[in-house]
C-alpha cells in the first residue's frame, strides 16, 4: 500500500473481521494507530460504517481518509448475519453480557414450530430495540441510561425507555437445529487478551439452539428478533452467537482479519 494518503483521492474501505469480544471502536483505535503513522497523518479520519456488538464478528467496514464521508451512505446498505438463537433461556442484554437466566418452559420449542413461525417475522415492522445497545434515547446511548437506572435499581422504569423503530427483515432460513448439544459449543472462542467484556458462564447448558441466516435492513437488532422469536414460541430466547457475513457489496469472503489489515499499514 502506498504511503501518501493522497494516492487514494477517493479514501480507502476496508472489510475487516471483527474479533470476538472487541468492540468495534477498539477495533477502528487500533487501525487507525497504524494508518496515521503509515500514511504520516497526525490528523488522519478514520471511523467505521455500522456498530457490531462485542459478543458478535463478522465485518466491520472500516473507513478511511475521505472515505469517511461514505460511513452513512455504507450504513445504510443491507446486512446479513448468521444467528444463534438459544431457547429456554433469557438474559437482560439478550445475548451473553449479562447473566443467562434459564427455566423457561420448551413445550411450544421445535424445529417445525421455529419454522412455522419464522415467516410471520419477514417484511417491515416495529421493532423494539435491546435497552443494552447503542441506540440514541434523548442524545444518550441507552446502554448507558440503562446501566444507570439499573444501579439505582430502577429495572422497571429502565425497561420502558426504549421506543420502536421501523425496521425490514427480507429474508430468513434456518440453518440447523440442535435440540440437546451443549451451550458451549454455539460460542465463539476467544483468544488474546481480555477486553474487558463481560461474558456469562454458560458451562452444563444444554438448550435448543437455531442457527439463523438473517438478511435485514439498518437499524434491525438481531438481538431483538431473539427476544421476539422465544416470545413467539411461548418461551424466551437470547442470542449465543453472532456473524455478519455481509454488508452492502462486501461479504465475509471479502474481510481481511485484524492481523491482515494491519499488515497492510507495515504492522
Known amino acids: 500500500m502506498s ?29 487507525k494507530f497504524a494508518a496515521k503513522r503509515h500514511f504520516g497523518k497526525k490528523n488522519l479520519k478514520v471511523g467505521h460504517a455500522g456498530t457490531l456488538d462485542p459478543l458478535a464478528t463478522g465485518i466491520l467496514l472500516v473507513c478511511i481518509g475521505p472515505a469517511t464521508r461514505r460511513a452513512e451512505e455504507l450504513q445504510a446498505s443491507p446486512k446479513q448475519y448468521v444467528a444463534g438463537v438459544t431457547f429456554g433461556a433469557v438474559t437482560a442484554s439478550y445475548d451473553l453480557e449479562k447473566e443467562v437466566e434459564p427455566g423457561l418452559p420448551l413445550d411450544g420449542v421445535s424445529e417445525a414450530a421455529l ?17 443494552f445497545s447503542a441506540k440514541s434515547v ?12 439499573y444501579r439505582e435499581g430502577r429495572k422497571a422504569e429502565a425497561e420502558g425507555v426504549i421506543r420502536a423503530s421501523r425496521i425490514n427483515i427480507y429474508g430468513l432460513e434456518l440453518l440447523s437445529y440442535s435440540e440437546g448439544r451443549p451451550l458451549s459449543e454455539f460460542v465463539p472462542e476467544f483468544e488474546g487478551q481480555d477486553r474487558k467484556i463481560n461474558v456469562s458462564g454458560v458451562e452444563g447448558l444444554s438448550l435448543p439452539t437455531a442457527m439463523i441466516r438473517v438478511d435485514c435492513s439498518k437499524g434491525t437488532y438481531i438481538r431483538a428478533l431473539a427476544r421476539d422469536l422465544g416470545e413467539a414460541l411461548g418461551s424466551g430466547a437470547f442470542l ?24 497492510l499499514f507495515g504492522g
Open 115 to 131: 419454522r412455522s413461525v419464522l415467516p410471520s417475522f419477514l417484511g417491515e415492522q416495529d421493532q423494539v430495540a435491546p435497552l
Open 240 to 263: 449465543s452467537s453472532l456473524r455478519r457475513t455481509r454488508n452492502g457489496g462486501f461479504g465475509i469472503e471479502d474481510a481481511l482479519s485484524l492481523d491482515e489489515a494491519l499488515v
Open 138 to 149: 434523548d442524545g444518550v446511548r441507552a446502554y448507558e441510561m440503562a446501566r444507570k437506572l
Open 3 to 31: 504511503s501518501d494518503i493522497a494516492d487514494y483521492p477517493e479514501g480507502i474501505v476496508l472489510p475487516v473481521d471483527k474479533p470476538y469480544r472487541w468492540t468495534s471502536a477498539d477495533l477502528v483505535r487500533k487501525i
